[in-house]
């Protein structure tokens, strides 16, 4: 799910009906991706936040008070502040077909334009005058991009144009035709050809016209008829050409799961919003803050604590039959009385009442009748060594479950510290990978793989930082070389940190840094004071079929660390 072309068309006109003409009051930095202005317009004020987050970048207007989330200033936002707060917002507009938005600004030293780009992993927040970079959120050296370099003091160049696709509103049912006759792959569905053939079509309006014209989203572009096509297309792409907009969202057990700017028929729940910024805050959750992801985070939370319930229940039982085997010497015992007492037994004789132990009670022991007295001792010596074997395979259960344990509540941990869709989709799906989720796990915005925390202090310093247990996997075992220290918090779910040496010595402040950060990503961040294991790399190994970040580890020191963020890092 993303901002598509008809969508920002749709925001374009709402920003127009509602800020046009307004004056910026006040620019903040809401967050290390984000900006938002408060814009004075049409006798009140309207708070526009503008998110270049790689994973779910956006931009739209919210209901509450945006507040100030860095205790550092960007770059780009002491810009804003000077160029832009207290102009005026002249024009918003949108170069055609494109996942782009300008918003133009009369300030008091001139005319600006912020470009701001949408577009998952390439996102970017950009200050214009006269063509000029004059700074952005997200900075592209021509190293990592030779075609379009984004940085201070160069000509502002927008995202190569889009080649060999067709205006869907022109579109004729013989261009439709020739679409589908160029597909030769017999495995490509109809919505696929669509989104790569067809301007401003991303997969959902791809799909929802599929949907309309066959009724089923998946179908092969081999088994698509142009007639029912076109027809849908032009049903549905009609009201959009004429900015007709339809906001509206699908809701799934209390969470919005899409936004559109037309109704969607493929989707149950869908329904209609006020607005389109209405459908965006929805659909993303508060811009910032401790209440960004709660509501997506609320489902994954209980499903993590139906697992620890599970998992917690199934090692108790375990455990109790390490300890408890009165019913397998019961068994035992049965078939011995069975054996002592077998040419006493009449025909067809059900039960044998008798004492094993003169200190204790007698035993009922069941007969079979149609089997004979040493068969029914065999069947019950058989019983008891099953019994004895399985309680072999105990102590290895045990260890199973406590290492799925350990892993659910570090999965509980990497939850708490989500802050973004990615990371609430990596603990789903991490936990439908182990089964340990009932049905269909729910795919979350975003689409992407979150990333480790990177941090470089002030004199050059690189500390990585996992913050979920597919990043410590990656953190301890890729990023980490065996004379790296390894820093992880004492017994509790948390995240695995690493500072590379490169073989000098680490100083104290750099040691005490990093524990703080190993505290603060952990499950004791609430604390004063947090234990924290230091150890090298080396002393680190994977607990052998255990899930990933899983490890043991030795030649550790404890330190008492103090809990700290990565925001801290200029301070070291």
Not at 8 to 17: H, I, K, N, Q, R
Not at 58 to 85: F, M, S
Request: charged letters at 25%.
């Amino acid at each position: 799910m993303y901002l598509d072309a008809f969508t920002l068309s749709a925001l374009a006109d709402e920003l127009l009906d509602t800020i046009a003409g307004g004056r910026v009051q006040d620019v903040l930095d809401v967050d290390e991706t984000g900006v938002g202005l408060e814009i004075y317009a049409q006798h009140q004020r309207q708070y526009l936040y503008i998110s270049a987050d790689p994973n779910a970048p956006r931009l739209h207007l919210v209901g509450d008070k945006l507040r100030r989330g860095l205790t550092k200033p960007t770059q780009i936002g002491l810009l804003l502040r000077r160029y832009v707060e207290g102009g005026v917002v002249a024009h918003v507009s949108q170069p055609a077909w494109e996942r782009i938005l300008h918003l133009e600004f009369e300030g008091r030293e001139g005319a600006y334009t912020l470009v701001v780009e949408p577009m998952e992993r390439r996102s970017n927040i950009i200050l214009v005058q006269d063509g000029v970079i004059l700074d952005c959120m997200r900075r592209v050296r021509a190293d990592e991009n030779r075609v379009r370099v984004i940085l201070p003091g160069q000509p502002y160049e927008p995202p190569p144009p889009q080649t060999g696709k067709l205006d869907p509103t022109r579109l004729t049912r013989e261009d439709l035709v020739g679409v589908l006759a160029r597909e030769t792959d017999p495995k490509r569905k109809t919505h696929q050809v669509l989104t790569a053939n067809l301007l401003g079509f991303s997969p959902l309006l791809a799909k929802e016209i599929v949907y309309r014209a066959a009724s089923d989203v998946n179908q092969r572009a081999t088994h698509a008829d142009p007639d029912s096509l076109i027809e849908a297309i032009q049903a549905l792409l009609t009201p959009l050409s004429r900015r007709e907009w339809q906001p509206g969202v699908v809701e799934a057990d209390g969470l919005t799961t899409a936004f559109s700017v037309y109704p969607l028929e493929s989707m149950p729940g869908w329904h209609a919003v006020e607005s389109v910024s209405a459908a965006l805050a929805s659909f993303y959750g508060a811009p910032a803050g401790p209440d960004a992801y709660n509501a997506a985070k609320a489902p994954v939370r209980e499903a993590l604590q139906e697992a620890e319930a599970r998992l917690s229940a199934r090692l108790a039982s375990l455990r109790r039959s390490l300890t408890d085997d009165s019913e397998r010497e019961q068994l035992r015992q049965s078939g011995e009385l069975i054996l002592a007492y077998q040419y006493s037994l009449t025909p067809g004789q059900t039960e044998l009442r008798a004492q094993y132990d003169p200190d204790q009670p007698e035993l009922t022991i069941e007969i079979d009748p149609e089997i004979t007295p040493l068969e029914n001792a065999q069947r019950y010596f058989e019983r008891y060594n099953k019994a004895k074997r399985a309680l072999d395979d105990v102590p290895r259960l045990v260890e199973e479950n406590e290492q799925d344990l350990a892993y659910v509540r570090q999965l509980g941990v990497d939850l708490d510290l989500a802050a973004s869709w990615p990371d609430i989709d990596e603990v789903q799906q991490a936990l439908h990978a182990k089964g340990l989720l009932r049905g269909q796990a729910r795919r979350t915005p975003g689409g992407q793989r979150s990333a480790p925390l990177r941090v470089v202090t002030a004199d050059g310093w690189v500390i990585w930082v996992g913050r979920n247990s597919r990043q410590n996997e990656q953190v301890t075992f890729e990023k980490g070389n065996a004379n790296d220290l390894w820093l992880h918090a004492r017994n509790v779910p948390g995240a695995h940190v690493i500072v590379k040496s490169d073989g000098r010595p680490v100083p104290e402040r750099i040691l005490d840094f990093a524990a703080g950060m190993a505290a603060y990503y952990s499950g004791l961040r609430q604390d004063t004071k947090v234990p924290v294991d230091v150890t090298q790399r080396m002393y680190v190994r994977k607990i052998k079929g255990a899930a990933a970040g899983m490890v043991t580890y030795r030649n550790e020191e404890t330190r008492m660390a103090e809990p700290r963020s990565a925001d801290h890092s200029d301070n070291v």
